[in-house]
């Protein structure tokens, strides 16, 4: 029975995911034909203050309703971050495929994009946010159905320092290029050796987190 809630709250939570991930790719599909009618590329150019104030409202609004979705699907704070992590992945995943099926983009997954605004904007090759999308997703569908299954989850210390410190590198990877961030330049090289430091942080923590869980009454 659990196994089969935690099935059909894993559709909705996917179905949202879909729905809000079109959501927001026909948004910059609106953005882009207004700032960028001839293709979108760096650098970036400045939208007027009014609309960039919009804008960064909406992303905060962004994170608030995908926070609302884990939290009515996920039952304790384990469960809730785990459809969180798959509300997140599956909304990313489903913008990079809307804006390919509208604009024909990205060509490449090279291609540099601009992922998010705040606190400062963060640039990167497509294939970056790529990638953890698709790990938030794996691991989050892991942890809810351990939920489901009443396996009792925790982390300790090396797996919180591990998945700080790879939600770190990762950041830094993304938001060290200010000056691409603010429209001043295109994208330097991009950081891999430290995105992939932060990946392995990543697998770690949750390979930790996985092995630490143990049966029992879920918490």
Known sequence: MNGDRATARLL??????????????????YLRRIYYPEGFA??????????????????????V?????????????????GYFLVAFGIWDLVYYAGLAIVLGWPARWSDWDILFLLPIPWVAPV??????AIGMVVAGGAIARLEAARVRMRADGWTWAAGVAGAATTLYSFMHDIDAGLGRSVPRDYPVGLWLIGLVLFGVAFWRFLSRSQGGAAR
Do not use: C, K, N, Q
């Not at 760096?42 to 994170?63: C, K, N, Q, W």
């Not at 995908?66 to 939290?71: G, I, R």
């Open 42 to 63: 760096f650098p970036l150019r400045m939208i007027d203050p009014g609309l960039l104030s919009v804008e960064l409202a909406r992303e905060a609004a962004t994170l």
């Open 65 to 81: 309703m995908l926070l609302a979705v884990a939290l009515l699907a996920g039952r304790g704070r384990w469960g809730r971050f």
């Open 127 to 132: 294939y970056a946010p790529v990638a953890i």
């Open 12 to 29: 909705w939570t996917g179905l949202f995911g879909v729905a809000f991930g079109w959501v927001e790719a026909a948004v910059v599909v």
